[in-house]
């Protein structure tokens, strides 16, 4: 089958795969109920888990100025109580049932989720659908919670690859551009977001037409959609309307569809730069890259292809260069990250400070290789064999599901079955794999190195 368009506009029940009525496998559904809810499920037969997630397609780049570190805020404010539940009550709701409940920001939406067994669902429904119409947002919770954050920002502060990363993505996007936040915030804006800021954000944003459900595994639509209007009448989320429009798609020069090119995207963000943060660490962390791809771009299964030989598995080319035969890191790959209209490839290395000069040359050559020379005999295969194989075994739980279909639903606007989405990785070509590479490579390059350096890192004698 091909990919299913998911319409804004449509009315009644949309039965996307097994349409056939003698399926075996997995049925997905989607409803869109009266106050413009989108209701998605994934009914996968034997299956005993179940896995709930609310979507809202706001993220960290949404927050207005005044506003910054609201979005994470809230992550962690609607667990702490409701109208109807305090937070050990809702702590101890999924404690009760051996279920787990847990939420993630990310720059263009957050979701809150739930796992549980399959009869426990209609209490996860009726939790975490309190939990997103009704927060309170007391204000001693807000205040309570603001030095949580603080020491959850400060962890991530002592943890040098989680530094490297955020000052890297700060250097592809720009410090002021709303990509380029941390999406946790920082600590002063996490210090300075008044508690009527983070209301706002919470009113403005967290609304019936911008609300997805998701759910996979032991379930059943037309129940879920019954849980999900109850749950919603309760909060007095009623009345018509429309699902608002998703976050349009594509970069400088691209189309709605998301195919601007790399080098047009590169010509919109900052130049090729260099940066080091100095930590007294035993390790120094090199970040090497800059734009990549955006989330709609159909190029995504070429680069997951690209991705693999450069450095997606102990097979791929860093892998065995890098550690195998030289012995110079422990940890090193390739990545890639895509949003509504950026994206931002890089390759990652953490080594002895001395080595970083020879590592940052071998990071280089090996993306240079690849862009200039093609693939070897076998890389090609080997790689779609392992992005087939891994995005199969990735569905083997509820959680992996269900996160496609908030995805799906929220950036792309259509759903691709499992066999399409193999189709096209199977149909990734050396030549189209070559280009990319060779794309991306000629955009401006940002090095980021963290470790013990009060110099030039690259300068620094073996």
């Not at 804004?8 to 003698?22: F, P």
């Not at 399959?118 to 947002?137: F, G, I, K, N, R």
């Not at 400060?154 to 993505?169: G, Q, S």
């Amino acid at each position: 089958m091909t990919a299913v368009p998911l319409p804004l506009e449509a009315t009644g029940t949309q039965t996307i795969s097994g349409q056939d009525g003698a399926h075996e496998g997995p049925l997905v559904q989607r409803t869109v109920l009266a106050g413009g809810v989108r209701v998605l499920t994934e009914s996968v037969p034997g299956l005993r888990s179940a896995t709930l997630g609310a979507w809202v397609g706001v993220g960290s780049r949404d927050e207005a100025d005044g506003h910054l570190g609201s979005t994470h805020f809230l992550e962690h404010l609607l667990f702490k109580g409701t109208a109807r539940r305090s937070a050990l009550d809702i702590a101890a709701a999924f404690d009760a049932v051996g279920g787990e409940s847990n939420a993630a920001t990310g720059k263009e939406h957050t979701t809150y989720y739930a796992r549980v067994i399959d009869t426990d669902l209609p209490l996860a429904v009726d939790v975490v659908a309190d939990m997103v119409t009704s927060a309170t947002l007391d204000p001693d919770d807000l205040e309570g919670e603001r030095q949580v954050i603080l020491e959850e920002l400060a962890m991530n502060d002592d943890d040098p690859v989680d530094v490297a990363h955020e000052r890297f993505t700060e250097q592809v996007f720009g410090a002021t551009s709303p990509l380029g936040r941390p999406i946790g915030g920082t600590a002063q804006s996490i210090l300075d977001v008044p508690r009527d800021a983070v209301w706002e954000h919470y009113q403005q944003h967290y609304t019936a037409p911008g609300l997805v459900v998701t759910a996979a595994g032991g379930v059943d639509h037309d129940a879920v959609c019954g849980m999900v209007t109850d749950a919603l009448a309760r909060a007095g989320w009623s009345g018509a309307a429309s699902p608002l429009p998703r976050r349009p798609l594509g970069g400088p020069a691209g189309s709605g569809a998301g195919t601007g090119s790399v080098t047009a995207l590169a010509a919109s963000l900052p130049g090729s730069s260099v940066l080091t943060v100095d930590r007294p660490t035993e390790q120094a962390n090199v970040l090497l890259g800059g734009a990549g791809l955006c989330a709609g771009d159909p190029r995504r299964f070429v680069l997951a292809v690209l991705n693999a030989v450069l450095g997606g598995g102990m097979s791929s080319r860093l892998f065995q260069e890098v550690r195998e035969e030289r012995g110079l890191a422990y940890s090193v790959y390739s990545f890639a990250s895509g949003y509504a209209d950026a994206g931002l490839f890089g390759v990652y290395a953490g080594c002895s400070p001395s080595k970083v000069p020879e590592v940052v040359e071998l990071l280089a050559a090996e993306w240079r290789g690849l862009a200039e020379h093609g693939l070897r005999p076998g890389e090609l295969e080997r790689a779609v064999g392992q992005v087939s194989g891994s995005t199969v075994l990735a569905l083997e739980d509820s959680g992996s599901r269900m996160s496609r279909l908030g995805r799906a639903e929220l950036v792309h606007g259509e759903y691709a079955s499992l066999e399409t989405v193999l189709a096209r990785t199977r149909s990734v070509t050396a030549d189209q794999v070559q280009e990319l590479a060779a794309e991306l490579w000629a955009a401006p390059h940002h090095l980021t190195v963290v470790g013990p350096f009060d110099t030039d890192p690259l300068e620094v004698a073996p």
